[in-house]
């Protein structure tokens, strides 16, 4: 079972910046997307930004456009969560994903999701 890494995530001020990193997706057959998602407390896990590997094309919630940035390392094994002008309301647990039936999948339903990290938290205080 392929069990991705996660790194990075704690605390930070309102207007801050983190950098989250994923990697151990090397391992994944004919893998169509790679991307991040959230869960904060009582809420739906929720799609943040994914990566499409067959044309590196990114896709990114409303909520997060303009302030967060997906990469991913040359090699392919390691995508980035760059968050900047972090506000409260990014506080979540973050879920580093990727799939290997369908491109769309990173950017949709958490259901569908075929490979996850292990979460990390991320908080921002006012």
């Known amino acids: 079972q392929v069990r991705l890494v996660e790194s990075g995530g704690g605390s930070a001020q309102a207007g801050g910046s983190l950098r989250l990193s994923c990697g151990g997706s090397?391992?994944?057959?004919?893998?169509?997307?790679m991307g991040w998602f959230r869960q904060a407390p009582g809420k739906e896990r929720e799609p943040v930004a994914a990566i499409v590997d067959a044309d590196g094309s990114t896709i990114y919630a409303d909520s997060v456009k303009g302030r967060f940035t997906i990469s991913q390392d040359n090699a392919k094994d390691t995508v980035s969560l760059q968050m900047n002008n972090l506000k409260p309301e990014d506080t979540a647990v973050y879920y580093c994903?990727?799939?290997?039936?369908?491109?769309?999948?990173?950017?949709?339903?958490?259901?569908?999701?075929?490979?996850w990290g292990q979460g990390t938290q991320v908080t921002v205080s006012s």
């Open positions: 090397g391992w994944i057959y004919n893998r169509q997307c």
């Open positions: 994903a990727a799939d290997a039936l369908s491109p769309m999948t990173c950017a949709r339903s958490w259901r569908s999701v075929g490979y």
